[in-house]
């Protein structure tokens, strides 16, 4: 795969940390030039310092559509052309407060994940295909979740805005592949970040009931996430359009329990 990537350019939202900084990693590992992009300016510095010469920062907050358009006119002015662009950046509730069910969830919350991980995602693929359909070639990649495949209780608004990812990226297949540019999803599982070891995997009682729903008994890593994300990217997925890649560890293949 090395030498279909060699020289790529791409964009990773949400790539400061998590899943997005694993993304981001792993394409500059295959000789792709990255732009790192978050609202965390410290930590998105930081991880484009360590992916040395061929990745640079831009700050971006994706729920702001000119500063979406700013970042892939960034993107195509440092490095001249924009071929694989990684929709990841995201929010879910992580105050069990708020993981309450529809009767309760409040709008304030509902509007905050549906401005991130819908709006923004939306206004990412919009400003992407534009330079992609200009080029005539390019690979959009959404970040999308097992939440969005199944349903899951006590996180509505998550649940709604990646279900949604998943259709719009279908819609965008039949769309933009006519014109050169494929459009992908990867839904990942329970990942291990930061955010979820502090949520679920530090409490042994709270872990091993969600491991229990987990076929392969364990929670995915950044990078198993962020190797599909690299097969998308890729030739090696030249015919792939339209698809939704989950990553889950086969929970999403069944109810995982014994009667
Ligand atoms: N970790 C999991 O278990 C899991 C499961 C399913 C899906 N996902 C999805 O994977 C993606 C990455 O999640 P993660 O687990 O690495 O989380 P994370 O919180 O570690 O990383 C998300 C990044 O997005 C950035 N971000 C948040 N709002 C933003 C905005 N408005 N503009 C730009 N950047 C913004 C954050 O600053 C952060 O760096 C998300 O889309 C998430 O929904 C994660």
Redesign the pocket.
Known sequence: MRDSLDGRVAIV????????RSIAGTLAGRGVRVVV????EQ?GAEAAAELGPHAVFVR????QPEQVQALVDAAVSRFGSLDIMVN?????TSDPGERVTVDRYSDDVWRRIID??LN?AFYCCRAAAARMVEQGSGSIIN?????GVVALRLQIG?VAA?AAVIRMTEAMACELGPRGVRVNAV?????L????RKLFYENEAVASRLVSFIPQGRPGE?AEVARAVLFLASDAASYVNGHNLVVDGGWTCGFNRDF
């Not at 970040?193 to 979820?196: R, Y």
């Open positions: 939202t949400g790539s400061a940390r998590g899943i997005g992009s978050d609202v965390l930590e971006c907050d994706v729920t990841n950046a995201g929010i879910n991130v991980d923004g970040i999308a979740s097992v939440a998550f990646k839904s990942p599982g329970s990942t970040v930061d955010a979820t950044a």
